[in-house]
């Protein structure tokens, strides 16, 4: 005579909810926890450092010159400014998300009505992954916006852009999941946003880095990422387009995926 949701249920009797609904309840989360104003704010101070350097002297002299490679010119910049402001603003939204959950005690009560921590966790990173690629994809048109402005008149090189700025996104889901298993299993916020300012000074440290070195952390993706590279002599040195470490990218994405899924998957059978 009873049924799910009526007093007297079990809560391994309630129906889980569908991916679908789940995303829609975080997305109502977000929302009013104010994420995407925070991360619109965070993406305009990142794109303010970015274009700045589009109207200084030396970017300005080679504007309409195709053979410095202006684009390319902003793009090292790009990325060099990513490494450091990005770990920050993964923390700053992967912490909100979550840490509402350790405050509300979330977590026990998505469990008794049928949504275990882990496939939470997994919903969470969807839903941040979402709002991360409208991010990237907004600080592409902006820094496009203001290099037009500037005076670039040489053709956008859309394919560099758009290939960094997809694998930009890649490495922030990278840093996004290790920051929900950490906001998940420390009430303190702290750590994570301590993590994330480490991380900031890290991605500056690789990205300047040997390579070999690069490779082996997560903040040293948003170096193997960068399509440019310096070229030449002291006195001579200029900028040019050159292939990233997609393969060593994929392994990374690969690797997290299979941790992240192993630990959400071992959540899913703790008993609250």
Same mark, same amino acid.
């Given at each position: 005579?009873?049924?799910?949701?009526?007093?007297?249920?079990?809560?391994?009797?309630?129906?889980? &909810?569908? &991916?679908?609904?789940?995303?829609?309840?975080?997305?109502?989360?977000?929302?009013?926890?104010?994420?995407?104003?925070?991360?619109?704010?965070?993406?305009?101070? !990142?794109?303010?450092?970015?274009?700045?350097?589009?109207?200084?002297?030396?970017?300005?002299?080679?504007?309409?010159?195709?053979?410095?490679?202006?684009?390319?010119?902003?793009?090292?910049?790009?990325?060099?400014?990513?490494?450091?402001?990005?770990?920050?603003?993964?923390?700053?939204?992967?912490?909100?998300?979550?840490?509402?959950?350790?405050?509300?005690?979330?977590?026990?009560?998505?469990?008794?009505?049928?949504?275990?921590?882990?496939?939470?966790?997994?919903?969470?990173?969807?839903?941040?992954?979402?709002?991360?690629? $409208?991010?990237?994809?907004?600080?592409?048109?902006? !820094?496009?916006?203001?290099?037009?402005?500037?005076?670039?008149?040489?053709? $956008?090189?859309?394919?560099?852009? !758009?290939?960094? $700025?997809?694998?930009?996104?890649?490495?922030?889901?990278? &840093?996004?999941?290790?920051?929900?298993?950490?906001?998940?299993?420390?009430?303190?916020?702290?750590?994570?946003?301590?993590?994330?300012?480490?991380?900031?000074?890290?991605? !500056?440290?690789? $990205?300047?880095?040997?390579?070999?070195?690069?490779?082996?952390?997560?903040?040293?993706?948003?170096?193997?990422?960068?399509?440019?590279?310096?070229?030449?002599?002291?006195?001579?040195?200029?900028?040019?387009?050159?292939?990233?470490?997609?393969?060593?990218?994929?392994?990374?994405?690969?690797?997290?995926?299979?941790?992240?899924?192993?630990?959400?998957?071992?959540?899913?059978?703790?008993?609250?």
């Amino acid at each position: 005579m009873e049924e799910n949701g009526m007093p007297g249920a079990q809560a391994d009797e309630w129906k889980p &909810l569908s &991916l679908a609904a789940l995303v829609r309840i975080e997305l109502s989360k977000m929302r009013r926890l104010h994420t995407p104003v925070i991360l619109l704010v965070l993406v305009i101070v !990142i794109v303010l450092f970015e274009g700045g350097t589009l109207y200084s002297a030396s970017s300005q002299a080679i504007a309409s010159d195709p053979s410095k490679l202006p684009w390319a010119h902003e793009l090292i910049s790009v990325a060099l400014t990513n490494a450091l402001l990005h770990p920050i603003l993964v923390a700053v939204i992967s912490s909100r998300q979550v840490d509402m959950e350790n405050t509300g005690e979330g977590w026990m009560l998505n469990a008794t009505a049928g949504t275990r921590p882990g496939r939470l966790m997994r919903v969470k990173l969807i839903v941040l992954a979402l709002i991360l690629l $409208f991010a990237c994809t907004l600080q592409l048109g902006a !820094i496009l916006v203001l290099g037009l402005h500037s005076g670039i008149t040489v053709p $956008f090189d859309a394919l560099p852009w !758009i290939g960094y $700025f997809l694998m930009l996104w890649a490495v922030d889901l990278v &840093l996004t999941a290790g920051h929900v298993l950490l906001s998940a299993r420390f009430e303190n916020q702290l750590i994570s946003m301590g993590t994330g300012l480490l991380g900031a000074f890290a991605g !500056i440290y690789l $990205f300047l880095a040997p390579m070999k070195l690069a490779r082996w952390l997560p903040w040293g993706y948003f170096a193997v990422i960068n399509p440019t590279c310096l070229v030449g002599e002291a006195g001579d040195v200029r900028v040019e387009y050159c292939e990233p470490g997609t393969a060593w990218l994929m392994g990374l994405l690969v690797l997290v995926a299979v941790i992240f899924a192993v630990l959400t998957r071992r959540a899913d059978t703790i008993k609250g």
